[in-house]
Antibody
Framework: QALLVESGGAVVHPGRSLRLSCAAS????????MHWVRQAPGQGLEWVAV????????YYADSVKGRFTISRDNSKNTLFLQMNSLRPEDSALYYC???????????????WGQGTTVSVSS | EIVLTQSPGTLSLSPGNRATLSCRAS???????LSWYQHKPGQPPRLLIS???SRATGIPDRFSGSGSGTDFTLTINRLEPEDFAVYYC?????????FGPGTRVDLK
């Protein structure tokens, strides 16, 4: 059974950095694209970034472009999100999500982690 | 940039009713990249429908999706108590993902 477990969430001051990790198991990690999706308190879902199965392609939401970096280590079945220059509006529950497609990004997201909470506050 | 609009914002229904949820795109989109999710408090979202009408693994057949172009619909026949939740449509195109604002289906 596919499983995603996020870690690294914390309370940080504005302008600081944080790195989230996501450990994957139960499926061939290096065969699928992966996303980060977040949900701010009381708000809807917001897509953050996607990375292709082989890390050759990465794409970001405008709200995080230039500040966040998505990466992966297929040898360790782990997805990362490096978050720099954090702002209060980045406060959210961050989900690690598997894409339904394989070598291509299907956009549909079929396996979700439980999420890790990031709070940016002075 | 594609913007997804969902209506109604809230749908108040009783178990056994049919729920009809709408998702409208700001421009024509490929149905191959239109998905629906169910989200309950304290749980991660769950994929219900991909490619506009294809049920995900393990999803009961009371859930169905339809539509094309700019207008898509999620229908839940014979609502069960566990179906009361927030539902999101989502689209992927040009390497960008957009979610709709969600429709809350609550108990009347």
């Amino acid at each position: 059974q596919a499983l995603l477990v996020e870690s690294g969430g914390a309370v940080v001051h504005p302008g600081r950095s944080l790195r989230l990790s996501c450990a994957a198991s139960g499926f061939r990690f290096d065969g699928f694209g992966m996303h980060w999706v977040r949900q701010a308190p009381g708000q809807g879902l917001e897509w953050v970034a996607v990375i292709s199965f082989d890390a050759s392609d990465t794409y970001y939401a405008d709200s995080v472009k230039g500040r966040f970096t998505i990466s992966r280590d297929n040898s360790k079945n782990t997805l990362f999100l490096q978050m720099n220059s954090l702002r209060p509006e980045d406060s959210a529950l961050y989900y690690c999500v598997k894409d339904l497609g394989g070598w291509y990004i299907a956009g549909a997201m079929d396996v979700w982690g439980q999420g890790t909470t990031v709070s940016v506050s002075s | 940039e594609i913007v997804l609009t969902q209506s109604p914002g809230t749908l108040s229904l009783s178990p056994g009713n049919r729920a009809t949820l709408s998702c409208r795109a700001s421009q024509g989109v490929s149905s191959s990249y239109l998905s629906w999710y169910q989200h309950k408090p304290g749980q991660p979202p769950r994929l219900l429908i991909s490619a506009a009408s294809s049920r995900a693994t393990g999803i009961p057949d009371r859930f169905s999706g339809s539509g094309s172009g700019t207008d898509f619909t999620l229908t839940i026949n014979r609502l069960e108590p566990e179906d009361f939740a927030v539902y999101y449509c989502q689209h992927y195109r040009n390497s960008l993902v957009a979610f709709g604002p969600g429709t809350r289906v609550d108990l009347k």
